[in-house]
């Protein structure tokens, strides 16, 4: 029964959006803010930040592709003291800690500050960060620049760079993939500053990704290794915090006073399990003869094996795929739908697993067809 705890680990981690395995992708860093060296008397009183999915199909980088994310960040800084300082401001790069290829990411970073039109000189300096604000000692590098400022003077500094998503398998397993494109804000800096952050505004503009990923030949494009009788995969999403705005593909957060140290969180998982109700009976045919493959040495299964083999599957596949259809209908998964007008389908197809879990036969080849 090997394929079959497979199976069930596949169904554990898509309904656990934090689980990722780290050795089965590129992982691309985190956006981050603006952060002192060492404690001072600057305050970070306001932040705007857009952070915008563009697609680049010609980087030879994906599951076909991976999205950029570009990230365009303002942070209105005041001196809080009756005199002129200077002081030495970092954006930290987090330690990959082995994971992803951190020249690559350094290297197309494209990382830049400025103020109004004046840009900065910019330094890539290691262990410099004072231990009281990092004590996790997370930020080995970070980008340093100087910053003067006249007695109570406020000043905008605006910050551009790119990232690439990071992605990863779901379940590391080629019978039942899954993968997920995720991306991390890292927001905690912003209590290195002195005072509170009076608002916080973020937005994420993920239309040209979910433009690309609900064209019809997506899971087609993904080629050898992964079905390809699927029209259309499970598409689910998870994004933290939850409270956001949502307009299409833009989510947008609006902070006063306190921002959350969790960070803003993105999470878009590609589950190669049909969405539609036409696609399940070859999908679940195919599952049939992988099974058979593991159960039976001969060739010629006697009647007995046959219907062995069909309780098998019945127990093993269609029961706990029937109840993660029926999790994902009912909005019972972290990971929610990333299109609403998929619950239809998705229910039609929660529909006939149903039935075929409660008739005579597991057979795929009873799956009903959708009209």
Not at 19 to 43: E, L, T, Y
Not at 217 to 236: W, Y
Request: charged share 25%; proline share 5%.
């Amino acid at each position: 029964m090997i394929r079959s705890l497979i199976f069930s680990f596949v169904l554990l981690f898509i309904l656990s959006p934090s689980s990722v395995s780290a050795n089965a992708g590129i992982f691309s860093g985190a956006g981050n803010q603006v952060m002192p060296i060492k404690s001072n008397d600057i305050q970070l009183v306001r932040e705007d930040v857009t952070i915008k999915l563009r697609i680049d199909e010609q980087d030879g980088i994906g599951f076909p592709f991976v999205p950029w994310a570009e990230v365009h960040a303002e942070f209105h800084l005041r001196n809080t003291k009756n005199e002129r300082v200077k002081i030495e401001m970092g954006f930290p790069f987090i330690d990959l800690q082995g994971f992803g290829n951190e020249e690559l990411v350094l290297s197309r970073l494209n990382f830049r500050v400025r103020e109004v039109e004046t840009e900065r000189r910019i330094v890539l300096k290691e262990g410099i960060i004072e231990p009281t604000l990092d004590p996790q000692g997370l930020f080995k590098k970070v980008f340093v620049w100087e910053e003067h400022f006249q007695a109570q003077q406020t000043k905008k500094l605006i910050i551009t760079y790119q990232l690439l998503f990071s992605v990863g398998s779901l379940t590391g397993d080629r019978v039942f993939p899954a993968i997920s494109y995720f991306f991390n804000y890292i927001t905690k800096t912003a209590y290195t500053w002195k005072g509170p952050v009076e608002r916080a505004i973020f937005s994420m503009d993920c239309s040209d990704f979910f433009q690309r990923i609900n064209q019809p030949d997506f899971a087609k494009r993904f080629g050898d290794g992964f079905p390809t009788t699927i029209s259309r995969p499970v598409l689910l999403y998870n994004i933290e915090p939850s409270k956001f705005t949502r307009e299409e593909g833009i989510f947008r957060w609006d902070f006063k006073g306190n921002i959350p140290e969790e960070g803003i969180k993105a999470d878009f998982a590609v589950i190669f399990l049909p969405a539609f109700e036409k696609d399940l009976p070859t999908f679940l045919s195919d599952r049939e003869k992988a099974f058979s493959k593991e159960l039976f040495t001969s060739l010629s299964p006697s009647p007995e094996e046959k219907a062995l083999a069909e309780e098998t599957i019945k127990k093993e596949i269609l029961t706990p795929l029937r109840d993660l259809y029926g999790r994902i209908v009912r909005k019972e998964t972290k990971r929610q739908l990333l299109f609403e007008e998929d619950r239809q389908a998705i229910s039609a197809t929660f529909e006939s697993l149903k039935a075929l879990t409660t008739g005579s036969s597991g057979s795929a080849q009873n799956a009903p067809a959708s009209h």
